[in-house]
């Protein structure tokens, strides 16, 4: 009963190479994300989808392609890998309405993928 | 633009003590949810706590509360009797806004480590 699941947890590839992570979720929200975390833990926003269209895409190159087949998936595809991209990559999702505040949606997280371009 | 800030990279406390993790956030929207999120060794991302803007009172979680105090924009979480188990990376996160259409940002951590 998984809630945000990735695939794969780990991926090891070599510089140039094409790679795609997989993440679905079962909660029915309908946002999901993408995020990224350096070596020094810091996390940061890349992509954002509701309902399958692009909401957030903050400033990362175009070799990184968030794919949304429908409300449940969010794939990121990597063109011609470089060794910066050596990352712990995580997906999340959220609900769309919450609280009557309206804020609270947090964010659920999967397991994250650790990529290492060598 | 927004920022969050967590000045403690470490903080150390002894098993049963509590502890509090700081975070100061900068906004200036008077709409906006306030999040910690904790990070054990095995990588996952768990959410612990939230608290909006307009929440009069400060939340809490079991052993989790949040000192909040708007004025000063200040978000700090508290751990109350620590275990072992709380030994991990803390990430305080803000959005601003209503709805999903504004991104979390998220703090630079703060380690934590429990002593026995």
């Known amino acids: 009963d998984t809630a945000v699941s990735q695939t794969p947890k780990y991926l090891v590839t070599q510089m140039g190479n094409d790679k795609s992570i997989k993440c679905e979720q079962n909660?029915?929200?309908?946002?999901m994300y993408w995020y990224k975390q350096d070596s020094k833990k810091f996390l940061k926003i890349m992509f954002s989808?509701?309902?399958?269209?692009?909401?957030i895409n903050e400033t990362v190159p175009n070799r990184f392609s968030p794919k949304s087949p429908d409300k449940a998936h969010l794939n990121l595809h990597i063109n011609s890998l470089e060794l910066g991209d050596s990352a712990v990559y995580f997906c999340?999702?959220?609900?769309?309405?919450?609280?009557?505040?309206?804020?609270?949606?947090?964010?659920?997280f999967g397991p994250g993928t650790r990529l290492t371009v060598l | 633009a927004q920022k969050i800030t967590q000045t403690q990279p470490g903080m150390f406390v002894q098993e049963k003590e509590a502890v509090t993790l700081d975070c100061t956030y900068d906004?200036?929207?008077?709409?906006?949810?306030l999040f910690w999120y904790k990070q054990p060794s095995s990588g996952e991302m768990i959410f612990l706590i939230y608290?909006?803007?307009?929440?009069?009172q400060n939340a809490t979680e079991g052993r989790y509360s949040l000192n909040f105090q708007k004025a000063r924009k200040s978000a700090n979480l508290v751990i109350s009797a620590s275990q072992l188990g709380d030994s991990a990376m803390y990430f305080c996160?803000?959005?601003?806004?209503?709805?999903?259409?504004?991104?979390?940002?998220f703090g630079a951590g703060t380690r934590l480590t429990v002593k026995p």
């Open positions: 996160a803000m959005r601003e806004g209503y709805d999903n259409n504004n991104d979390m940002r």
């Open positions: 999340a999702s959220s609900q769309g309405t919450s609280d009557r505040w309206g804020f609270r949606n947090e964010q659920f």
């Open positions: 989808y509701n309902n399958k269209e692009l909401i």
């Open positions: 906004t200036s929207d008077q709409s906006y949810g």
């Open positions: 909660l029915g929200h309908d946002t």
């Open positions: 608290q909006g803007s307009y929440d009069e």
